[in-house]
Structure formats: structure tokens, C-alpha cells
């Protein structure tokens, strides 16, 4: 089974610094997807970003990039540049790339960014 | 488009009623996946339903604890007799298709008094 593992439960940064969250995460598998999403206290499920694990090239969203180290298996996010709408829990997820039963999303424990203005 | 519909946004029960979560999906969606999140933690996987078909419900508690996604309608999670460990933020989403990528709605917020 896969387990997806983020182990600080909590994070602060300065306005317009940047912050890197970590994840790691265990699988057998070679070919997966992964994913932060955000969950601000609305509490609502937002994706941030994606990464495919056979394209070698990092993921990039505007501010948000990741750096997929996918021998170690780690998928750390880094946020340029924060803001305070940045400031709400950070979920790092993986999914299998085969169809079917294994389509179903493994989610870390999150963690909580607060940003000082 | 409208995004994944969840109602009601709250529900609060008494121990031992039973509880209705209801979800929409995406128009044209024919692929639901339930979630669970406990306070402080993440999101658990429960149950993956295409129509009228139940894929995976390897994360459903045996007893109390069903779900339906029928040909006409929204998808129903349902909670018999409810405990107060049943409280919970429940999350559906959908996809179009197995493997592709899923929208979440806003969940429901279930309270056991």
C-alpha cells in the first residue's frame, strides 16, 4: 500500500519570502501522479499542482513549484514570493497512474502554513 | 460548468439517527470517490462508485457505513445509527474517468450531538 508522509505539522513565513513544504511518500509502483492541494479555512479542496512521475521536469504553477526527487522519493513545495491568502493547511497526495480500483487519492496528513505580514 | 454539489453543507444528528450526505457530481462525471477528514488530519479515502457500480470500498467501515451512485441521481453516502466518532468533514469527488483528474466539493460538515 501506499503512504504519503509530510512530518512538520506546521510552518511560518514572512510575506513575500519564500517557504518549501516536504513530503515524502513510499510506493512500489513506477508510475504515479502527485499532488499538494490547499485547504484554506473555508475548507475547501484546491488543487495546486500536479506531477506526473515519469516526466523528469519539475512542475511549475506561477509561484508554486515543486522539486520531485523521485529515487528519494520526495516531492517537496516551494511557495515564491507568499502571500497571506497562501496562509491555510497544505495536503501532499499520490495516485496511481493504473485505472480502476487504484484511482483513489492517498493523502498525507497536512500541513499548516501561517504567513507574517 | 457547475462544480461537485455536496448537501447539506452541515448536518448535525443525534446519536443513533441515521445521516444522508449527498453529492452531485460534475456534469458529464460518471465516477464519484468519497472522502473522510477527521479533525487535524488528512483526507481518508472511503468508497469509488461509477453508476449503479461500486469499484473500491476498501475504505468503508464494515458495519453502518453504505454508499449508491444510481443511474438518475446524486450519489448518497449514508451513516446508520451515528456515533460521535462519526463526526467528520465528509468530501466527495468526481472525474470523468477512471485514473483522470478529480474535483472536489466544499463537503459536509457532519456534527453527532
Known amino acids: 500500500a501506499q503512504t504519503v508522509t509530510q512530518s512538520q505539522p506546521e510552518m511560518s513565513v514572512q510575506e513575500a519570502e519564500t517557504v518549501t513544504l516536504s513530503c515524502t511518500y513510499d510506493?512500489?509502483?513506477?508510475?504515479?501522479?502527485l499532488f499538494w492541494y490547499k485547504q484554506p479555512p473555508s475548507r475547501q479542496m484546491i488543487l495546486v499542482i500536479r506531477?506526473?512521475?515519469?516526466?523528469?521536469q519539475n512542475a511549475t504553477e506561477n509561484r508554486f513549484s515543486v522539486n520531485f526527487q523521485k529515487a528519494a522519493k520526495s516531492f517537496s513545495l516551494k511557495i515564491s514570493d507568499s502571500q497571506l491568502g497562501d496562509a491555510a493547511m497544505y495536503f501532499c497526495?499520490?495516485?496511481?497512474?493504473?485505472?480502476?480500483?487504484?484511482?483513489?487519492?492517498?493523502f498525507g496528513k497536512g500541513i499548516t502554513l501561517s504567513v507574517r505580514p | 460548468n457547475a462544480g461537485v454539489m455536496q448537501n447539506p453543507r452541515h448536518l448535525v444528528r443525534r446519536r443513533g439517527q441515521e445521516a444522508r450526505l449527498r453529492c452531485s457530481p460534475v456534469?458529464?462525471?460518471?465516477?464519484v470517490y468519497w472522502y473522510r477528514q477527521l479533525p487535524e488530519e488528512g483526507l481518508k479515502f472511503m468508497v469509488y462508485?461509477?453508476?449503479?457500480?461500486?469499484?473500491?470500498e476498501s475504505g468503508m467501515p464494515k458495519e453502518r457505513f453504505s454508499a449508491e451512485f444510481p443511474k438518475e441521481g446524486p450519489s448518497i453516502l449514508r451513516i446508520q445509527q451515528v456515533v460521535r466518532g462519526d463526526s467528520a468533514a465528509y468530501f466527495c469527488?468526481?472525474?470523468?474517468?477512471?485514473?483522470?483528474?478529480?474535483?472536489f466539493g466544499d463537503g459536509t460538515r457532519l456534527s453527532i450531538l
Open positions: 497526495a499520490y495516485r496511481s497512474a493504473s485505472t480502476g480500483a487504484n484511482s483513489k487519492l492517498t
Open positions: 462508485l461509477q453508476k449503479e457500480n461500486i469499484i473500491d
Open positions: 456534469k458529464g462525471h460518471s465516477h
Open positions: 506531477q506526473e512521475a515519469y516526466k523528469q
Open positions: 469527488a468526481s472525474s470523468p474517468g477512471s485514473g483522470q483528474p478529480q474535483h
Open positions: 510506493t512500489s509502483e513506477s508510475d504515479y501522479y
